[in-house]
């Protein structure tokens, strides 16, 4: 019969294993760049996460405790990911790729040019 923790661990591994898996979907089956970083963003940023999680949780209080440093992975994957995922949509968006057929509204068009050597704000 496994212990309480053994099935927590197995739950978290799940749950992660799942988004990770929703995110590789993602990446092959969503229309453009835009789409794409969306879901290696979200759903892969809590697919780690959660997994980090259920490393901690198992080797809680025994002499490989990674708490420590299973926080820090966590938080850094939560500081790192936005961040780089903001930077390179807006690369994606400065060089010009092709968007979805189904994107309808530009709302950066205004803030920014549409190729890179074009000044910011003028028109």
């Known amino acids: 019969m496994p212990t309480i ?21 993602g990446l092959v089956r969503f229309p453009d760049t835009f789409c794409r970083m969306h879901a290696s963003g979200k759903a ?3 697919g ?4 980090v999680l259920a ?5 809680f209080g025994t ?3 990674v ?4 926080g820090l992975a966590i938080l850094f994957q939560f500081f790192t990911t936005p961040a780089s995922t903001h930077l390179l949509a807006q690369a994606v968006y400065l060089c010009d790729y092709s968007v979805s057929d189904r994107t309808a509204v530009d709302e950066l068009r205004k803030f920014l040019p549409s190729q890179p050597d074009q000044v910011f704000n003028q028109e």
Request: charged share 10%.
């Open 44 to 46: 892969g940023t809590l």
């Open 48 to 51: 780690v996460v959660f997994m």
């Open 67 to 70: 708490w420590v440093r299973g």
């Open 5 to 25: 923790v053994e099935l927590i661990t197995a739950i978290l591994l799940l749950l992660g294993s799942t988004l990770m898996l929703s995110t590789g979907i």
């Open 55 to 59: 490393a901690v949780e198992y080797f």
């Open 63 to 65: 002499p490989h405790d």
